[in-house]
């Protein structure tokens, strides 16, 4: 029936048009600034890789019976990928809090669910742009093989959303640029650097193996390195599995803590 | 009404000062090394643990196989090598981002409308950077001290190459924050051009690792000499002679630091 006056916008289940509006936001704020949010950690990772063939690459000529470089490169992908998720969710939560236009996102009719998934997938989008403009740049100097494209792909998205969630949470927590800064550098690069990026973990001593065991940032760049070539430490579908109870774990915790309002409604 | 505090009949005046203005010079420094410490998580600390984890990388991607570079143990050549970097991007940091949000906040005017002149502007913000970058190196060579256990071999070559290096990149980042317009520009200039002109210039690696023509244009880098010098002062150890990278820092220095304070006294971005 056609009235001559507004009426509200009738909402199903889902407030699809909602959403969709708050993960495009969410993209649109890394593209505009797509220097620093790709092209940089882009730059950053070649770099990397330059930096660590040409200092090892003589005397480390294998790792795992894979070529150093072929080894080195699907983890510094992953870093990049995970770091970028994180600081995009965390970014993006903490200059809202910190300048008020939270309440922009807190207002429109967005339940806890929709909220949680449209942040997590814009963090998760900016990892996988992120990876995928990586290896492509890494491809021009490094011979990529994906031996276990399933591997590759599973990882690539579990560890983008994982680290999006992560910095959700970091985001809601954090009051002032001090704290979030603080998470990103005491926390995250540590366990981004440390987890096998660089070396593999039979390299650790026994103690430290069975620790990063339960170190689900080496189940991220151990499979997702599987998935390249085909060789891991551990065993893959263990990988998985964790990776994927990480994610629902952390989902469950980013709806609870919107549902609550922690830190964000008074 | 103002309240004046001077002895009865004497009045306000201005205050005289000679050919140097001494008190506003140290003001404007130890405004900017104050906000530098005040923040020192982010400018102390976590370049250093972030040193320490390079030192670790290194170390655990190699394993038991050892390796020469430079005519070095390879942690005698990183540890050097970490430390002058973190001299370097300290102090390329210290100045470009404090004038950057200066300019963005609009506080720059503080620092224009003092009677302070270009050339004193100039000196005060780079020895700032080379304070500052002083500091977060020490801090970092403590913090590697695991890796690389022993008394600087030339102390006084040390501190010589660090203050040049804070200085000659803080001027860098003056001129750089100076001409950025946005945050976007400066965290450009850092990320495509000042990081990866530092990670190729021997912190690393020895430059011999790279192919015939790169090394041509690594080798022309000044902060390679810093680099190379504070090796030298470390462990006695230098590719280059540490005198002849003294006099091309110390001329490079010059040459910046007419350029700032060029820039200054034009008033470039600065001044309507």
Known sequence: MMTDYPTPRRIGAVNWLGFWTLYLKEVRRFLNVFTQTVAAP???????????TLALGRAVEVVNGVPFAQFLAPGLVMMAMVQNAFANTSSSLVISKVQGNIVDVLMPPLSPAELTA???LGGTTRGLIVGVVTVIGMSVFVDFSIQKPFFALFHAFAASLMLALLGMLGGIWSEKFDHIAAVTNFVITPLAFLSGTFYSITRLPEAFQTIAHFNPFFYMIDGFRYGFTGVSDTVPMLGVAVMAAVDVVLLLTAWRLFSIGYKLKP | MIRNSAPAGQGLRVRRFGRVNWIGLWTLFLRDLLRDLDIWKITVAAPALQSLLFAFIFQLALGDVSLTMGGLDFNAFLVPGLVAYVVLERGFESTAYMMVYDKLEGMITDVIGAPVTPAEMTIGFALMAATSALITGMATWLVLLPF??????????????A????????MVG??????ADKWDHITGVQTFIVVPALYMSGVFFSLDRLPNGIRAVAELNPAWYVIDGMRYGLTGTATADP????????????????ICWRLFASGYKLKP
């Open chain 1, 118 to 120: 449209g942040f997590a």
């Open chain 1, 42 to 52: 882009v730059v950053t990772t070649l770099l990397f890789l330059a930096v660590f």
């Open chain 2, 174 to 179: 003056l001129a750089g924050g100076l001409w």
């Open chain 2, 243 to 258: 005198s002849t990278g003294a006099i091309v820092v110390l001329a490079v220095n010059v040459v910046l630091w007419l």
């Open chain 2, 148 to 161: 690389l256990a022993s008394v600087p071999a030339d102390p006084l070559m040390l501190v010589f190459f």
């Open chain 2, 163 to 170: 203050v040049n290096g804070g200085a000659m990149l803080g």
